[in-house]
């Protein structure tokens, strides 16, 4: 799918105050909102992107005394993608130490207003994806601005998308098999650090065809989650590794 660009020139960007720090590859792409209130007019109004980027700019610029915007692309309601700093410039806005490793995306979403965002920012937050992906050596990797940093960003209903896979809006979800695609049972592994052993479980059960949902609760709520689709599976209970810290994946019987 071809992207939709809107180029720095035709939204009348200000010129960068200095050199942009090159940046040769990526992992992948941070996804990021504005933080404030953003009027739902602009859903309607496509000049009411234009002067939001405009804005976000100024503030970047004069408010944080950055050379430029700080995100790469940003991604406008009429599936529309501002150029912000572009390919292999080092973006401002993943956090000191973070920038190099992603690019930063932004959708025009914010904490107030236009909260939820409409499927043409979806759509567009993933065509600068892919275009990265294409022609700036990012990774596969989309992640919250949150994933590493301390932040709200990029509020909870980006967010979720984003821990959901980012799918495309209106592709088509594949149904779950009704049993696993092949014959496996349940077993312990090592304890590893508790965001990534959620993590880990999570992809490796929808990679074997699962989807279920187990995220930042633990104990015994965690547990009753993991027995209760255990039970609905029919899969034979091995254990879990304490209250705290586990992981289960299906493995081939021996």
Request: glycine fraction near 14%; charged fraction near 20%; charge should be positive.
């Amino acid at each position: 799918m071809a992207i939709d660009l809107v180029l720095r020139r035709d939204w009348n960007a200000r010129a960068p105050r200095g050199d942009y720090t090159q940046l040769d590859s990526t992992k992948g792409v941070k996804v990021h909102y504005t933080g404030g209130r953003v009027d739902p007019g602009i859903v309607s109004n496509h000049n009411g992107c234009g002067s939001l980027v405009r804005s976000i700019q100024a503030y970047h610029m004069d408010g944080n005394g950055w050379i430029d915007i700080g995100y790469s692309y940003l991604a406008c309601p009429h599936k529309k993608v501002f150029e912000g700093r572009g390919l292999h410039h080092l973006p401002a806005a993943n956090g000191p130490g973070l920038n190099a490793g992603h690019y930063a995306v932004l959708g025009l979403v914010g904490n107030a207003g236009l909260v939820q965002p409409p499927d043409g920012i979806l759509h567009a937050i993933l065509d600068a994806v892919q275009y990265v992906r294409d022609r700036g050596r990012a990774g596969k990797e989309i992640k919250g601005h949150r994933d590493g940093y301390s932040t709200d960003c990029p509020g909870e209903p980006l967010y979720a998308w984003v821990r959901r896979g980012a799918p495309r809006p209106g592709a088509p979800t594949p149904e779950p098999p009704s049993t696993p695609p092949f014959p496996g049972r349940l077993l312990k592994y090592p304890p590893v650090t508790q965001g990534e052993d959620v993590r880990t479980w999570q992809r490796q059960m929808r990679a074997r065809g699962w989807d279920l949902a187990v995220d930042g609760a633990y104990g015994s709520e965690s547990r009753d989650v993991c027995r209760k689709f255990q039970r609905e599976q029919g899969v034979a209970d091995d254990g879990i590794v304490g209250p705290a810290t586990w992981r289960l994946a299906w493995e081939a019987p021996h």
